[in-house]
T-cell receptor
């Protein structure tokens, strides 16, 4: 069974204080690892897909990286608008289903 | 706007009542999914439809049924609602084999 574990569950940051979120996974035949952002009362919004170890992707203050066992979402000099829950998901095997972690809740304090 | 539309946005049911959650996408996606999201549990897959005419159980299918009405629409039915089905329900769609999912804005369901 595919397993996705995210840590820390919750994180409070001062504005400008960089940090990283971790997503560790156990799957057979990884096809892709996905990061989503979810704001309160809304559906998850797609951020990145990573396909192979060593791959990196960036978007504004966010940078996602992938190894064979885990992915990191680095938040550089965060702003209050970066406050959200960040979800990690993996796609494995021969289907399109995603298995999600429980999320990293990030609060950025001005 | 293109995307995934869910109705209703909010619903309160009494135990034993039935209802259908509606989902429609206008992106010509092949695959559609229903998830539930509960505090501390993350998103869990209820049912999915890999393509029009097919449906399969996910991680937590008990108490639910689905219908893939056509390529655009995928509905979720609760035949006899229970308090344990109080949750936020998300519909999503994807192009088979392509990047990730596009999610709807969710239905917040309370069963009393």
């Amino acid at each position: 069974e595919d397993q996705v574990t995210q840590s820390p569950e919750a994180l409070r940051l001062q504005e400008g204080e960089s940090s990283s979120l971790n997503c560790s996974y156990t799957v057979s035949g990884l096809r892709g690892l996905f990061w989503y952002r979810q704001d309160p009362g809304k559906g998850p919004e797609f951020l990145f897909t990573l396909y192979s170890a060593g791959e990196e992707k960036e978007k504004e203050r966010l940078k996602a990286t992938l190894t064979k066992k885990e992915s990191f979402l680095h938040i550089t000099a965060p702003k209050p608008e970066d406050s959200a829950t960040y979800l990690c998901a993996v796609q494995a095997g021969g289907n399109n289903r995603l298995a999600f972690g429980k999320g990293n809740q990030v609060v950025v304090i001005p | 706007n293109a995307g995934v539309t869910q109705t209703p946005k909010f619903q309160v049911l009494k135990t034993g009542q039935s209802m259908t959650l509606q989902c429609a996408q206008d992106m010509n996606h092949n695959s559609m999914y229903w998830y539930r999201q509960d505090p501390g549990m993350g998103l869990r897959l209820i049912y999915y439809s890999a393509s029009e005419g097919t449906t399969d159980k996910g991680e937590v299918p008990n108490g639910y049924n689905v219908s893939r009405l056509n390529k655009r629409e995928f509905s979720l039915r609760l035949e006899s609602a229970a308090p344990s089905q109080t949750s936020v329900y998300f519909c999503a769609s994807s192009v088979q084999g392509a990047d990730g999912y596009t999610f709807g804005s969710g239905t917040r369901l309370t069963v009393v």
